[in-house]
RNA sequence: GGGCCUAUAGUCGAAUGGUAAGACGUCUGCUUGACGUGCAGAAAACUCGGGGUUCGAUUCCUCGUGGGCCCACCA
């Protein structure tokens, strides 16, 4: 029995079926060909957002496809559990405590963000295998992490340097990028006075209180106002010399024309310290108090430049002082400044890959093609290694000891991992016979999720498992981190097994909020699937994903969209309602093809038709075009016409014959299970509730639709003819209904007698005028198509 | 500052080298032998601006302008 009515409820009645019969069980002995999808592992924020169904959904819809075609689908689910955000809120809870304590307070907030994030997984419909579920905080996942970085590191790929990281004074942690914000603040341009062979050069400066800092002096070298200084030495307001040198990035209109290089202001300084080789000062300890500074020691950066500013004005050095907008980094959660400081950390090597990385890029398939061209840009753009090592607990601790006397890394054995290296005895340095300073860093969270077709392959020891499944069949994921995850996936599997890691790659673009802006927290404009799913459904909401299919594309939320698709799932309900009831105890035989009519052959044809072009649809992943095709066959040609047609014929087998009403069922029995098939990857809630009429009969033994075979378009059904007599017939019907509507009738008022003109016979759909146009006589004619009441 | 994407009715959006679907909204009518979450109708777009290619462009090219995403070292 159809529902009488399509919820959530009956969705999760169905997700229950499915997960009690296994539907989704991934058989590794499975001789079909394998399908292989490399789903992004979420952040275990606890919370699902819009850009998670929309992209969850895409690679749903095609793991569903790919079963129903008769893969045997690899579709394994992962979280990305370890960062930063997860430890500013296990502290926000539990405040500061040791290190492993920390670390199982961390495990215990992500499991039960997990938990959370899973159920609304499960409520979406999405359907991976959770045998197979991974998580990058596991001893599991840490021992493959460490394992690939050993092999990184023994083929020179990884290594240990000194470089400088952002840091937070406030919070006395170091940052990635990612954790930074940027503000616009007013600040003061300050004009200093440096001496140049008896001569005042003005220098412009934002951060005055860096000026022990200061290792050069750094001007365009177009500017014909300092080209004769090249090489001399300068000194500061501090009496300290040094050199000036040419660099392309100074800009001549800005302050002077002339920049102070220190170490470290801002990354600029950075640049400018690496591409002239000068030494770094340091200049500020990790709670962002000015070292090496002399009289100012000890004091915080805005502390300092008062002073130093007051310093300078008393000995006229401070020239003027200009108002400034300036756009600073500072940290997203304190929204404190953050600083530039040096320290040792582990680097992979992936400067000189480019090349590599492309070319084995360009060996898959990007859909859509053009994303492809976002890794090569930024492969051009990378100007250092990648700083690998956070200085963090909640991590993947990197497997490495260090000899600080012969200043060599020792890697652990791999017999051994995982390993935590500050947990563990002490090691000693082979060759001096030191004691080794275990590594107290752990992994940058990319280092984590850029293993993870390997991963879920089972490398490096199931070597039999990996043959399966890896490279993955599709890699789907958001086109804004093409140059983080796509790219160092593609690098790190490159060089562990020198195979590229996919063969196709589908990226999704951002889901916007109704107003065209990004979804924010500040903007109040957050739409939370939660409330869709209450509201309209898991499969209007899977629906609304497939339409805003526009791939790599952003696009803004449509309250239309899903409105749309709640109303479709309701008129695919009452359809099917109405089907069950004129199938009823009918089984499908061929032998009823016989009697098929006009209409029969007309909608089979187009069943058939919509079925192929379904099939390439899904294929390209071009789900949108898909989606509105099937909304408008089954709704305005099924359901506005085709059943229309057919009413009489089901009701009154008395008066228009019992082979008649056979060919009916037949007919609307072999559409509905096609549409019912063909919707079920996007739809499949609904899907599996109209299987039901289905199930068990002829072909159909399997016990879900999802484990169904996909339809296949028969040729033989195909009639153009049919397809040109009933597009006149509906032509007919839409004039007499036009009628009635402009003269007030009902739909169902009899109409004594019609002309129809048209160019050609109408003598086959003659039964479906009188019937459903309620028409006692019609009179035809050849010619150009029109319609006359009366 | 750099790269990429994008610009079509009130809104969202298809398609096409020969003046343009559909949906939502609006307006009018119709109660139903599955559905008023429905059915039938109606009004509504000189396809962002300039230039070019072409017999002809909304469609191809170019510049501009607006929007979006990513990246970046203005002290």
Not at 49 to 66: E, I, P, T
Not at 271 to 297: C, K, Q, T
Not at 601 to 626: D, G, P, Q
Not at 637 to 645: A, M, Q, T, W
Request: glycine share 4%.
């Amino acid at each position: 029995m159809i529902c009488d009515k399509f919820d959530k409820n009956v969705e999760a009645k169905w997700q229950k079926y499915w997960t009690d019969g296994k539907t989704y069980d991934f058989d590794e002995n499975d001789k079909r060909p394998i399908y292989s999808i490399d789903t992004p592992p979420p952040f275990t924020s606890g919370d699902l957002h819009m850009g998670h169904v929309l992209s969850y959904s895409y690679f749903d819809f095609v793991a569903r496809y790919k079963r129903m075609r008769g893969f045997s689908v690899y579709y394994p689910q992962g979280w990305d559990c370890q960062g930063f955000p997860t430890e500013v809120k296990v502290e926000q809870k539990y405040g500061r405590k040791p290190p492993e304590e920390f670390r199982k307070l961390c495990v215990e907030w992500t499991e039960s963000c997990i938990a959370k994030m899973k159920q609304q997984m499960t409520t979406m419909g999405f359907s991976p295998d959770w045998r197979y579920e991974y998580k990058t905080m596991s001893d599991d996942y840490h021992r493959r992490v460490q394992y690939s970085l050993i092999k990184m590191f023994e083929h020179n790929l990884v290594y240990n340097a000194e470089h400088p990281v952002f840091w937070c004074p406030n919070c006395n942690s170091a940052l990635a990028k990612t954790d930074t914000d940027e503000l616009e603040r007013d600040t003061q341009l300050n004009f200093l006075i440096f001496k140049c062979e008896g001569k005042d050069l003005q220098i412009a400066t934002t951060r005055p209180e860096y000026l022990h800092a200061c290792v050069a002096v750094l001007f365009n070298p177009t500017d014909a106002r300092y080209k004769k200084y090249e090489g001399k030495d300068i000194t500061t307001p501090l009496s300290k010399t040094v050199k000036l040198i040419a660099d392309k990035d100074v800009e001549k209109e800005f302050g002077t024309g002339l920049m102070m290089l220190c170490t470290f202001g801002d990354k600029a300084d950075v640049v400018g310290m690496y591409r002239h080789n000068l030494s770094p000062i340091r200049a500020m300890d990790e709670r962002g108090r000015l070292v090496n500074a002399g009289e100012f020691d000890g004091l915080k950066a805005e502390e300092a430049r008062k002073k130093i500013l007051e310093k300078l004005k008393a000995e006229k050095l401070l020239v003027k002082q200009e108002p400034l907008k300036q756009v600073i980094k500072v940290h997203d959660r304190c929204k404190k400044p953050i600083e530039l400081l040096l320290s040792r950390q582990w680097f992979a090597k992936i400067k000189d890959k480019s090349d590599e990385i492309v070319a084995a890029a360009k060996k898959m398939r990007w859909v859509p093609d053009f994303a492809i061209q976002y890794l090569i840009d930024w492969s051009k753009f990378v100007e250092w290694d990648w700083v690998i090592s956070r200085q963090r607990v909640f991590g993947t601790p990197l497997p490495f000891w260090m000899c600080k006397k012969c200043n060599i890394a020792y890697p652990a054995r791999y017999n051994e991992l995982p390993v935590n290296p500050p947990t563990m005895e002490k090691r000693e340095c082979p060759k001096c016979k030191s004691t080794l300073e275990p590594e107290t860093s752990t992994c940058d969270c990319w280092i984590d999720s850029s293993i993870s077709p390997l991963v879920i392959s089972r490398w490096p020891e199931d070597t039999e498992f990996f043959k399966k499944t890896y490279p993955s069949s599709l890699r789907p994921q958001g086109v804004e981190i093409v140059r983080t995850w796509a790219f160092y996936t593609i690098y790190r599997c490159l060089m562990l097994t020198g195979v590229p890691c996919f063969k196709e790659l589908l990226l999704n673009g951002n889901v916007l909020a109704t107003d065209g802006k990004k979804m924010s927290k500040s903007l109040g404009n957050i739409i939370a699937p939660d409330k869709l799913i209450d509201d309209y459904s898991a499969d209007a909401v899977r629906q609304w994903s497939a339409l805003s299919g526009a791939m790599a594309k952003d696009r803004p939320f449509s309250y239309q969209d899903i409105a749309y698709a709640k109303s479709f799932l309701n008129k695919l309900l009452n359809a099917s309602k109405l089907v069950e009831k004129s199938i009823e105890g009918y089984e499908p035989k061929e032998e009823d093809r016989k009697h098929l009519r006009e209409t029969d052959k007309w909608i089979l044809s187009r069943t058939n038709a919509i079925v192929a072009s379904a099939t390439e649809k899904f294929e390209n992943f071009e789900f949108h075009f898909l989606t509105k095709e099937m909304q408008d066959f089954f709704w305005h040609e099924f359901c506005d016409f085709y059943l229309e047609y057919v009413k009489h014929r089901i009701y009154q087998p008395e008066i228009y014959g019992e082979e008649s009403k056979r060919a009916a069922q037949y007919t609307l029995y072999y559409a509905l299970l096609s549409t019912a098939k063909v919707l079920a990857p996007i739809t499949p809630h609904m899907s599996e509730e109209i299987y039901q009429l289905f199930k068990g009969k002829g072909k159909e033994q399997a016990k879900s639709v999802h484990l169904s075979s996909w339809p296949v378009a028969d040729k033989s059904l195909e009639s153009k003819k049919s397809e040109e007599i009933c597009k006149l017939l509906n032509d007919a019907l839409a004039l007499i209904r036009q009628h009635k509507a402009t003269n007030k009738m009902p739909l169902n008022a009899q109409l004594k007698s019609v002309h129809i003109c048209a160019p050609v016979s109408l003598e086959s759909v003659l039964e479906e005028i009188k019937a459903t146009g309620k028409v006692d006589s019609v009179k035809f004619k050849e010619g150009e198509f029109s319609v006359v009441v009366g």
